[in-house]
């Protein structure tokens, strides 16, 4: 996908949640549950983390990674956001969720360069532990399709952040940019450690 077209997506992502922000005191109905969602994914540092390096990641494989692996996670995560509403009991959450920016961290840092069914698992089968995280603590008064809308947009967001935190390594950090690539990976990755050694 070309940088300009990753712009604009950024930039139409920015515009369309600019009128969903405005209205994030009203506390009605589906604007409720629209911000609840969106602010889920993005107060959360072990969220946080997990969902910018996705994007690094992608950034990193380049190819059709660049729309597959978030894309990906997103579509995944959902179902497993639809899982944690319907209480369906999904094990070992937040070892997942810490295991997730560990692993994730370990494979920019590491750049693995492995076949993208085998990312696209990857990220596939940690954003169950993300969605699922979300849709179990959604607001009671959250309505259900306006809350997954916000946290898809919200994760959707960080993705963006993560892509153009690569693009810009990339093209700011000249030669180095791999080592600075590599050294944000090893960064995420620590800091997942020392999440799991929270949740342990």
Do not use: N
């Not at 996705?54 to 956001?81: I, K």
């Not at 993560?162 to 090893?186: C, H, N, Q, S, T």
Request: hydrophobic share 60%.
């Amino acid at each position: 996908m070309p940088i300009r077209a990753l712009r604009i997506a950024g930039l139409a992502t920015l515009a369309a949640l600019t009128p969903t922000l405005a209205f994030a005191h009203t506390g009605v109905g589906e604007a409720h549950g629209l911000v609840h969602g969106f602010l889920h994914p993005v107060t959360g540092i072990d969220h946080v983390l997990a969902m910018v390096t996705v994007g690094l990641l992608a950034w990193q494989l380049g190819g059709r990674a660049l729309w597959a692996v978030p894309a990906t996670f997103v579509a995944v995560m959902a179902a497993g956001g639809g899982l944690g509403v319907a209480g369906i009991e999904v094990p070992f959450v937040e070892l997942g969720i810490a295991l997730s920016v560990v692993a994730l961290g370990a494979c920019v840092a590491f750049r693995v360069k492995a076949p993208l069914a085998i990312i696209v698992g990857l990220v596939g089968f940690f954003a169950i532990f993300q969605g699922y995280a979300h849709g179990a603590e959604m607001p009671e008064d959250a309505g259900g399709a306006a809350y997954g809308l916000g946290f898809m947009l919200g994760t959707a967001l960080l993705h963006f952040a993560g892509i153009g935190v690569g693009y810009l390594i990339g093209r700011f950090a000249d030669m180095r940019g791999p080592i600075w690539m590599r050294a944000a990976g090893g960064a995420v990755c620590l800091a997942g450690v020392l999440i799991l050694v929270g949740v342990a």
